[in-house]
T-cell receptor, first 108, second 112 residues
Framework: DAKTTQPNSMESNEEEPVHLPCNHS???????IHWYRQLPSQGPEYVIH???SNVNNRMASLAIAEDRKSSTLILHRATLRDAAVYYC?????????FGTGTRLKVLA | EAQVTQNPRYLITVTGKKLTVTCSQN?????MSWYRQDPGLGLRQIYY???????DKGDVPEGYKVSRKEKRNFPLILESPSPNQTSLYFC???????????FGSGTQLSVL
């Protein structure tokens, strides 16, 4: 099964960049790398996804290692609203396996 | 508005009383799936459906059934609920398996 490894928790100061790492050593060549986040008392929401090259959108940037065994979600300026659990997944064999994610704490 | 709708939002029931949690999406998505979320265990996939013709088990399918008779609906059925199925449940859909997932608002189920 497609499993990822993320740190349990991270902290960041408000207005500073945050780099959230993820290892996905079992990724196959056609699996996209997805990032989702879950705010308190809400369902998960999509953040960004990509296949090989780096990706940017209005929420974040995704940096993918050349061998695709790891990726980093970059929040360019963390705000208090970014405090959430962040999940990195790659949906191999039609299963989106979420794991326990990284709990991001943003300090004012 | 594009959305995944789950009902009910909260449900309290007793052991053994069959229940159904409904899930509907209005985005013409092929892929749909169900998750449960328990403290310390993250999101675990129960069942998924690649399209109307294909459904398959996720990581924790025991005690659950699903049905995909039409593209937009993917109900989760608990034939004989037990207290260990007390959990927060989420339905999700995507256009295909490698595209972004849209989640419902969740159903908090308590089985007494």
């Amino acid at each position: 099964d497609a499993k990822t490894t993320q740190p349990n928790s991270m902290e960041s100061n408000e207005e500073e960049p945050v780099h959230l790492p993820c290892n996905h050593s079992t990724i196959s060549g056609t699996d996209y790398i997805h990032w989702y986040r879950q705010l308190p008392s809400q369902g998960p929401e999509y953040v960004i996804h990509g296949l090989t090259s780096n990706v940017n959108n209005r929420m974040a940037s995704l940096a993918i290692a050349e061998d695709r065994k790891s990726s980093t979600l970059i929040l360019h300026r963390a705000t208090l609203r970014d405090a959430a659990v962040y999940y990195c997944i790659h949906p191999g064999t039609y299963k989106y396996i979420f794991g326990t994610g990284t709990r991001l704490k943003v300090l004012a | 508005e594009a959305q995944v709708t789950q009902n009910p939002r909260y449900l309290i029931t007793v052991t053994g009383k069959k229940l159904t949690v409904t899930c509907s999406q209005n985005m013409n998505h092929e892929y749909m799936s169900w998750y449960r979320q328990d403290p310390g265990l993250g999101l675990r996939q129960i069942y998924y459906s690649m399209n109307v013709e294909v459904t398959d088990k996720g990581d924790v399918p025991e005690g659950y059934k699903v049905s995909r008779k039409e593209k937009r609906n993917f109900p989760l059925i608990l034939e004989s609920p037990s207290p260990n199925q007390t959990s927060l449940y989420f339905c999700a859909s995507s256009r295909t398996v490698n595209e972004k997932l849209f989640f419902g608002s969740g159903t908090q189920l308590s089985v007494l």
